[in-house]
């Protein structure tokens, strides 16, 4: 476990013409679990689909596995887990069948699916609790269930590093516990994890490093930052308009 | 031939081929058709169909099988509507719009320019002529629709996933833009081997209906693309029967027994659901019956 898992140097992302993200270094080792906090509209869910090659970067590097990402094949290696599932719902599929499509990039272009296969897709359900629901359609579920849905597909391919963005927003409680406990599991594996998230919630024991984006730059780099102000206080309900305004202070002073 | 009634139809030699290419198509149509609702572009097929057209009038024009340049000048014009849905958004809505409109009127334009003009042969493409099939187009329709279903079916995890998620496949490492590519010239080759049975205009229906059909009662997509399939079978073969009957267009027939097949389905799925005492579940995502009538723009 030595090594640059990712390695970020001077990324700069626009949007438009318009930078959002400028100047990012980032380096995340080997079995770290480093959450990415921030604002609404502060960068962060970029920084992610910037290092994933979602978004074009206007300037910079990213290395995945100590290679620059445009020469990166080894996709298996990388399990991604989105924020919500895709707009392709136009046609059901089972919760099964979703999380079968995260084994595609181990099993290679036209090969039928083996045992071993079947066996990580069965094992991906089971670690997110969802092996009863598996022949379920997807558009049953809850928002929970759908994003524990989501994160089985990337633990099916039995990755070395997990990419969350806001795997927690807006979960029920249940669901928010299983997925500690999955991830809690691939981390004790030796699995590395970069996640966005808006609050860590029951993720927080199991983050080795925390990094605040905030204005498109990273401001903070260590422990978890605790709340501050009215944040801090029991029973807070977290909710934050969507467009951003006066909460620059909500991680406290970094 | 109609009024004949019974099987004493299927004696002819016209009415066999005519049949059996309209199973042909029936069962691959709802294939590809799957993957287009499954992203929400179901009328794609329709605006392929369009720009075949320009395809065929191209054909007769230069005294070459229209059914070739078809499938070659709907290649190019998937081609360019995958283009347009890769970067495209707002403005790529009128993209498209000018591309159909433009292939639809093209293609009148250069049939009437070509020797072979005849309001009955521009009717025979836009609307198709099953019962003139020729054991040549059996065969070409054989060969084309093993094709297509090698890809749909062979390929089902690939597509279904950069089609469920693209940005996901992407970061799977899966070869997207090829596989779009692949669904691209999957319907442009549909279209063209439908053209003969129901006719460039209502090649869409062949490929959507049975899947919204079949969605109405099916958990997942493995079971849907299977379910879809016996559907356009279905509709396939009794269209041609009924149209034999009432002395009716094969092609409009066909699509109005799966209309009808789907209502059918609707109504029942509905009773069915009264008599469990109508406990269902409401679906997270959008209803899916509105899949058919959504827009081009995803």
Known sequence: MSGDVIAVRGAAVAYGGRPVLTGVDLQVRGGEVVAVLGANGSGKSTLIRAILGLVPLAAGEVDLFGTPRRRFRQWWRVGYVPQRLGAGSGVPATVREVVSAGRLARRGLLRPARAADRRAVDAALDSVGLADRAADPVGTLSGGQQQRTLIARALAGEPELLVLDEPTAGVDAASQEAFAGALARFVGHGGTVLLVAHELGPLEPLI???IVVHQGAIVHDGAVPRPAGHHAEPGHDHVHPHAPSGHETMWGAP | ??????????????????????????????????????????????????????????????????VVTAVIVAALGAAAVELVRE???????????????????????LVELSDESSSANLMSYLFGSLLSTSREDLVAI??????????????????????H?????????????????????GTAVTVTVAMRAVGLLLVS????????TAQQVTRGFR????????????????????????????????????????????????????????TRVAPAGPEPTEVVLDSVDR
Request: aromatic share 6%; net charge positive; glycine share 16%.
């Open chain 2, 87 to 109: 970067r495209g958004r707002a403005s790529g809505d009128v993209a498209l719009a000018l591309l159909f409109y433009g292939g639809l009127a093209g293609g009148v334009v």
């Open chain 2, 205 to 212: 229906a062949l490929m959507v209906v049975p899947v919204a």
């Open chain 2, 142 to 163: 054989a060969v084309l629709s093993v094709a297509v279903l090698a890809v749909t079916l062979l390929g089902r995890p690939w597509l279904f996933a950069v089609c």
């Open chain 2, 223 to 278: 079971t849907t693309m299977h379910a879809a399939m016996a559907i356009g079978l279905a509709a396939a073969g009794g269209g041609v029967w009924l149209s034999a009957q009432s002395d009716t267009s094969p092609g409009a027939t066909i699509v109005l027994v799966a209309i009808a097949l789907f209502i059918g389905v609707v109504l029942a799925a509905a009773l069915g659901r009264r008599l469990r005492g109508g």
């Open chain 2, 1 to 66: 031939m109609p009024g004949r009634g019974g099987m004493s139809l299927f004696g002819y030699d016209f009415m066999v081929r005519a049949l059996v290419g309209a199973l042909v198509v029936g069962v691959t149509a709802p294939t590809l058709g799957i993957y287009l609702v499954q992203r929400r572009l179901s009328l794609i097929g329709d605006g392929i169909g369009h720009i075949a057209l320009t395809g065929v009038g191209l054909g007769l024009l230069l005294h070459t099988s229209p």
């Open chain 2, 165 to 185: 998620d693209e940005e996901y496949a992407r970061v799977s490492g899966l070869p997207v833009r090829a596989l779009n590519l692949v669904l691209a010239m």
């Open chain 1, 208 to 210: 080795s490093r925390a």
